[in-house]
């Protein structure tokens, strides 16, 4: 073993900086921008699709149907955002991704879409405007982000809008559910009666029963959640504009 050079203990630990969290690479950004354009680009033509269909019947009730393409198409399209955190490139927990993505992927194809007669309740109208102005945001935040020129006023609006716009999603889920209960119930849909080879049952009624139940200490986690990561980021924002 040789012995260390005079003065060497002492400047090591100094000249070592510290870890930088690594980013997405040039290719996976490129990718997410192209992806959260799409995906900001796919909402607005739901927002503008729910206008136009306001204007020309001059009534709220039923826009579902002049949207109902493309919400089923980007809504269905964000479980790639499972997918970016499960290989890494964008720095999420897997699990509060999936369970987010995969409620809205739920509603809108186990419910909305499978009970037609629901389709036209004020319910689904309401967590549609809920959705499609929060993903508005979202995708535009994200881009902006990525890009490295995010604007304050699109940041002030991801931390602030969800105030109104969580509780008035989650209002129209619930009761877009409920009214779906007595149809689901009527006609058994994706109900498994015993007897059966699997020796297997299973009730959709009880299930969305127990989804609505779920909503009770998850919302307040999320809510608050958000709640703290907006006093931190806003909060943060403005003592560096004061300083």
């Not at 927990?93 to 007669?117: D, I, K, N, Y």
Request: proline letters at 5%; glycine letters at 6%.
């Amino acid at each position: 073993m040789t012995a260390p050079a005079m003065g060497t203990t002492k400047t090591t630990h100094i000249d070592v900086a510290p870890k930088k969290k690594k980013g997405p690479g040039a290719l996976a950004t490129a990718y997410l921008v192209i992806y959260n354009v799409v995906m900001t680009a796919g909402w607005l033509v739901i927002a503008v699709g729910l206008v136009r269909a306001y204007l020309a019947r001059g009534s709220y009730h039923g826009l579902y149907y002049s949207i109902e393409k493309p919400l089923k198409f980007f809504q269905t399209g964000a479980l790639l955002e499972i997918l970016h955190c499960a290989v890494g490139i964008v720095p999420s927990s897997v699990v509060l991704t999936g369970f987010q993505v995969l409620s809205r992927v739920f509603l809108t194809w186990a419910v909305t879409h499978s009970v037609r007669e629901v389709q036209s309740e004020d319910s689904v109208l309401l967590f549609v405007s809920a959705w499609t102005i929060t993903e508005i945001i979202r995708y535009s935040f994200y881009t902006f982000s990525l890009l490295n020129h995010l604007p304050y006023l699109i940041k002030w609006a991801r931390y602030t809008f969800f105030l109104v716009l969580y509780p008035m999603g989650v209002t129209g889920e619930l009761l877009t559910i409920y009214a779906a209960l007595p149809y689901v119930q009527k006609t058994g849909l994706y109900s498994i009666t015993l007897p059966n080879k699997y020796n297997f049952s299973f009730d959709y009624h009880t299930f969305l029963i127990l989804t609505m139940v779920s909503y009770i200490p998850l919302f307040p986690q999320l809510y608050f959640h958000m709640m703290r990561q907006r006093k931190k980021v806003l909060c943060h924002v403005e003592e560096f504009k004061t300083e």
